[in-house]
């Protein structure tokens, strides 16, 4: 095996908040059933964050059952990178705020904005700056959605959830970390998921919020195609590069906003949906939160060990992609 980069990964933790929501619940909501969200989706509730909880609240607690099960302090940390678009406030950083709980000043801290590629994009550049850093660096992605949601907008608001989930990245001589690692983004399909209000193009003004400019606005039926074609693409590039066959992946761990794109991700790709961990029916699509959950998931069952190729691969909005295959 070629490495690309090698690192090691101490630990993984993840964090959901306690609240549920059902699709019974979104019955009683918006005009939607059960049924349908099922078929169309594949979910069938999401966790949803409190009044009093935002983006660094959940990556805390993810980072410190990352950091127990890595069994190293955070003073051992050397960075802190979250993916996030849905921040804690439009600076300082989540990262930032995330550094001050942990009590770990001194460090780089900063956030990547790429959407549901944001944990993608963080391990990738984590990996990269590791030799520079030289400690454990610590890659978070969260996403907080139900925050920025239209309540009244059946199209979205049924889709996503909120959670965090960490993975700490270390130096390693070990024959593991990437075989291969690809990010890479689309800026002209920006407008077909935005928050449009909010930054400096549309400042917060009373019409926005009136006319909900704050929230997700999406046009799905567009995002499913290209969703399919670049998901899938990326998986089949980053297999490619990586110098295996695809029979060699033992887990693909897929970005999950819908069954069906994972489905057509999984043909695309050649790798079975029997060794596919799919966890969305629990916690609806998180964006940048999805990947590292699923992940730590699958870590935590003993679903994927110590020497496994795991498989990764993301779309977001921006549009923004990932995949790596990664020796864990
Ligand atoms: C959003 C999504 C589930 C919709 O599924 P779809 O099969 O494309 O459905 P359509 O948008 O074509 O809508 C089909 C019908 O269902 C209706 N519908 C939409 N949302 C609905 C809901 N929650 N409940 C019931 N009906 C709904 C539509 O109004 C439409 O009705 P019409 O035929 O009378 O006009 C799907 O397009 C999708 O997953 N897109 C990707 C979104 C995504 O991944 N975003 C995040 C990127 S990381």
Not at 108 to 123: E, K, Q, V
Request: charged share 20%; with cysteine.
């Amino acid at each position: 095996m070629k490495f690309f980069r090698r690192f090691k990964i101490l630990g993984t933790g993840s964090f959901l908040p306690e609240k549920v929501l059902t699709n019974h619940d979104l019955e009683k909501m918006v005009d939607t059933t059960d049924e349908w969200i099922k078929t169309r989706t594949g979910i069938e509730k999401r966790h949803v964050a409190s009044e009093l909880q935002a983006a660094s609240d959940l990556v805390r607690e993810a980072a410190k059952e990352a950091l127990k099960n890595a069994g190293i302090a955070a003073t051992a940390l050397g960075a802190i990178i979250v993916g996030t678009i849905s921040p804690d406030t439009m600076f300082p950083s989540t990262a930032c705020w995330v550094q001050k709980d942990l009590e770990i000043p001194g460090i780089p801290a900063f956030d990547i904005s790429a959407a549901c590629s944001g944990f993608l994009y963080g391990m990738d550049i984590g990996s990269a700056i590791l030799p520079a850093i030289g400690k454990p660096i610590l890659v978070a992605g969260v996403d907080v959605l139900t925050k920025i949601t239209n309540w009244e907008d059946r199209g979205t608001c049924v889709l996503f959830g909120d959670g965090a989930g960490v993975a700490i990245l270390a130096p390693t001589d070990e024959d593991k970390g990437y075989l291969s690692s690809i990010i890479g983004a689309d800026g002209s399909l920006g407008e077909l998921l935005v928050q449009p209000a909010g930054g400096s193009r549309m400042p917060a003004t009373h019409e926005t919020v009136d006319r909900k400019l704050h929230t997700v606005h999406m046009k799905g039926n567009e995002i499913f195609k290209h969703a399919v074609r670049t998901m899938g693409d990326a998986a089949v590039a980053a297999i490619e590069e990586s110098g295996i066959p695809p029979d060699d992946i033992d887990m693909f761990v897929p970005h999950q906003a819908n069954n069906r794109i994972i489905e057509a991700t999984c043909k695309r790709a050649k790798v079975p949906l029997s060794k596919t961990h799919i966890t969305i029916s629990w916690h609806g699509n998180m964006s940048a939160g999805t990947i590292p959950i699923a992940f730590h998931d699958a870590v935590s069952k003993g679903l994927i060990k110590r020497g496994d190729k795991v498989l990764f691969a993301a779309f977001g909005g921006g549009f923004t992609w990932g995949a790596s295959v990664l020796v864990f």
